[in-house]
């Protein structure tokens, strides 16, 4: 089974550009989900997508970032426009069942994004 | 709200030595707790969790964590570190919703 990839693996934008982050869970789950890592510091929820719904976006930073999962495949992710303080690492994970605490997350290797 | 502190960012240790790797954890009510590893450009992949079963839970490649819910700990151990084993390992809470939480990560260092 392959596992959750993301696209791309490193990004290098200039502040006030925009960057699109791609996320494709693992066949047949429907929880998708979205953390960021500041360097340094702990990986953070971002939110979490139930199909095609938006379950909690309460980790969202601002109105800044925009989360879409059209169709409840994959999911992406756009920064716009980008600010030094987004950099960091994107990741992204999915789970099969309900969306209970106690399933796995799978995640993937996430997306490096530096903002200059 | 709860939170997770990994004690020591970066851990070097002999190869055949202990591994121990410190994670506490703030929760109101009783937490569901997860050990992940990320090698060099991969994912992050599961080691481990407790789900309120039994409190030593073993894990895959030799890890084993124990959950002491007076000590608020889940700390990671593995008796003998292999050279395979050097990666970055985070220790993550849940409290039954769909969040988790996550340390700040340690970086284990296995020396030859």
């Known amino acids: 089974e392959a596992g959750v990839t993301q696209f791309p693996s490193h990004s290098v934008i200039e502040k006030g550009q925009t960057v699109t982050l791609r996320c494709d869970p693992i066949?047949?789950?429907?929880?998708l989900y979205w953390y960021r890592r500041v360097m340094g510091k702990e990986i953070k929820f971002l939110l979490h997508?139930?199909?095609?719904?938006?379950?909690?976006e309460s980790g969202m930073p601002n109105n800044r970032f925009l989360a879409e999962r059209t169709g409840g495949t994959y999911s992406t992710l756009k920064v716009q426009p980008a600010e030094l303080e987004d950099s960091g690492v994107y990741f992204c994970?999915?789970?099969?069942?309900?969306?209970?605490?106690?399933?796995?997350?799978?995640f993937g290797p996430g997306t490096r994004l530096t903002v200059l | 709200a709860q939170s997770v502190t990994q004690l020591g960012s970066h851990v070097s240790v002999s190869e055949g030595a202990l591994v121990l790797l410190r994670c506490n954890y703030s929760?109101?009510?009783?937490?569901?707790l997860f050990w992940y590893v990320q090698y060099p450009n991969q994912g992050l992949q599961l080691l481990l969790k407790y789900t309120s079963a039994a409190t030593l839970v073993k894990g895959i490649n030799g890890f084993e964590a124990e959950f002491k819910k007076s000590e608020t700990s889940f700390h990671l151990t593995k008796p003998s570190a292999h050279m395979s084993d050097a990666a970055e390992y985070f220790c993550a809470v849940s409290e039954g919703g769909n969040q988790f939480y996550f340390g700040t990560g340690t970086s284990l260092t296995v020396i030859p």
């Open positions: 066949s047949g789950h429907d929880n």
């Open positions: 997508f139930v199909k095609e719904s938006k379950q909690d």
């Open positions: 929760s109101s009510v009783p937490p569901y």
């Open positions: 994970a999915s789970s099969r069942l309900s969306g209970h605490s106690t399933d796995t997350q799978y």
